[in-house]
T-cell receptor, first 114, second 114 residues
């Protein structure tokens, strides 16, 4: 158990809908990262927040947004969902934002868009 | 741009035999290198990382990895494989120059045969 929690574990929804995925980092960690894992794209970095501020964006679609709250938990919002958004979504946390820091991953949210 | 390659989709090894999972990387500056393991329906678990110093890094569950700068490689090794080591292994790299996301390889499936 990494100490990173994600809810829900599974999510089934329809195209065009909007969902929110939630992540709580390990105690004391200030950074939260979001990743998408799909069979054809592998593990893709989406976005990084550090202490409430957006630090970097990766391959995140405009339909997707995220935020980190004062209690350091983070939410990833996915809107206008398409079939291709079906994937595993992971969040990870680290203590700081240095490149050498280890990221600890949550168990993921499996999203299925029908 | 940084990249990481895992040239083998799958590695099969007999229980008790040594195992190697290969990883090569490309960065502009110096690399930080990571290995993670993913069991079915689970998040990624951190195994070990290379930051600086000794080229041989020891990690969790008896795994180790050797950093070879001239060959730009960071192969994961274990002297004696266990059936329970069967999983998906990811190599990851992060450039020390500027802000760089973590780039993950596509993963190598390790199958340990009893």
């Amino acid at each position: 158990d990494s100490g990173v929690t994600q809810t829900p574990k599974h999510l089934i929804t329809a195209t065009g809908q909007r969902v929110t995925l939630r992540c709580s980092p390990r105690s004391g960690d200030l950074s939260v990262y979001w990743y998408q894992q799909s069979l054809d794209q592998g593990l893709q970095f989406l976005i990084h927040y550090y202490n409430g501020e957006e630090r970097a964006k990766g391959n995140i679609l405009e339909r997707f947004s995220a935020q980190q709250f004062p209690d350091l938990h983070s939410e990833l919002n996915l809107s206008s969902l398409e079939l291709g958004d079906s994937a595993l979504y992971f969040c990870a946390s680290s203590q700081g934002q240095g490149a050498q820091e280890t990221q600890y991953f949550g168990p993921g949210t499996r999203l299925l868009v029908l | 741009a940084q990249s990481v390659a895992q040239p083998e989709d799958q590695v099969n090894v007999a229980e008790g035999n040594p195992l190697t999972v290969k990883c090569t990387y490309s960065v502009s500056g110096n690399p930080y290198l990571f290995w993670y393991v993913q069991y079915p329906n689970r998040g990624l678990q951190f195994l070990l990382k290379y930051i600086t110093g000794d080229n041989l890094v020891k990690g969790s569950y008896g795994f180790e990895a050797e950093f070879n700068k001239s060959q730009t490689s960071f192969h994961l090794k274990k002297p004696s494989a266990l059936v329970s080591d069967s999983a998906l292994y990811f190599c990851a790299v992060r450039d020390t120059w500027g802000y760089q996301k973590v780039t993950f390889g596509i993963g190598t499936k390790l199958q340990v045969i009893p």
